[in-house]
């Protein structure tokens, strides 16, 4: 797993990290890739268990994902990891919620929060700044159409109600609700 700054400037030099064992004691070295196309880093050997560091600076602002993935002295590899984004230049992109009602497709109203403050009904689209952020929706919720209550049954994007999600790029995502009949 890579830790390190989930945002920066174009041209600065952000340090990042990665740690982790070896089941047979082997030393270990990392391979960091930064995401934007640039050589890849290869660190030195670190004990087992030891945080091994690797800096990066990134000339365009973006939001890149730095992976890292291991090798054991004995030359077995690790899989990548997943990604790390870091957001350079302070890149925006839009976040969109919509709401339907799951069984016949009819759109829903509900109040929708994103970072806790209200952005609409039923549909938004607002622009953020690339990163992890809040959806709140009303639950239960009024379908005109069918005469009762809906309930929130999901989101397409596999995170609860109030969660922080990633969005690092343009991102639309459904409450879908079940009717109470």
């Known amino acids: 797993m890579v830790t390190?700054?989930?945002?920066?400037?174009?041209?600065?030099?952000?340090?990042?990290?990665?740690?982790?064992?070896?089941p047979y004691g082997h030393n270990i070295r990392y391979t960091f890739d930064w995401g934007d196309g640039s050589p890849q880093t290869v660190t030195g050997w670190y004990a087992p268990g030891a945080t091994a560091y690797?800096?990066?600076?990134?000339?365009?602002?973006?939001?890149?994902?730095?992976?890292?993935?291991?090798?054991?002295a004995n030359g077995a590899w690790s899989s990548w990891s997943s990604p790390h984004f870091i957001n350079i230049g302070n890149q925006q992109v839009w976040l969109t919620v919509d709401a339907y009602?799951?069984?016949?497709?009819?759109?829903?109203y509900p109040n929708i929060y994103i970072d806790g403050n209200w952005a609409g009904y039923g549909y938004v689209?607002?622009?953020v700044t690339?990163?992890?952020?809040?959806?709140l929706v009303d639950d239960p919720v009024w379908n005109g159409y069918l005469g009762c209550y809906d309930y929130l049954w999901c989101f397409t994007d596999g995170y609860g109600n109030g969660q922080n999600r990633?969005?690092?790029?343009?991102?639309?995502?459904?409450?879908?609700?079940?009717?109470?009949?």
């Not at 009602?101 to 829903?108: A, F, K, Q, V």
């Not at 690339?130 to 959806?135: E, F, L, Q």
């Not at 790029?169 to 459904?174: A, C, E, G, P, Y």
């Open 130 to 135: 690339a990163g992890y952020h809040s959806v």
């Open 54 to 72: 690797a800096s990066h600076s990134w000339g365009s602002g973006g939001v890149y994902s730095v992976t890292v993935k291991a090798q054991c």
């Open 4 to 22: 390190g700054h989930t945002a920066g400037n174009i041209g600065v030099s952000y340090q990042f990290s990665a740690s982790s064992t070896d």
């Open 125 to 127: 689209s607002v622009q």
């Open 166 to 181: 990633p969005v690092f790029s343009n991102k639309l995502i459904t409450a879908q609700y079940l009717p109470s009949y």
């Open 101 to 108: 009602d799951y069984i016949y497709g009819n759109p829903l």
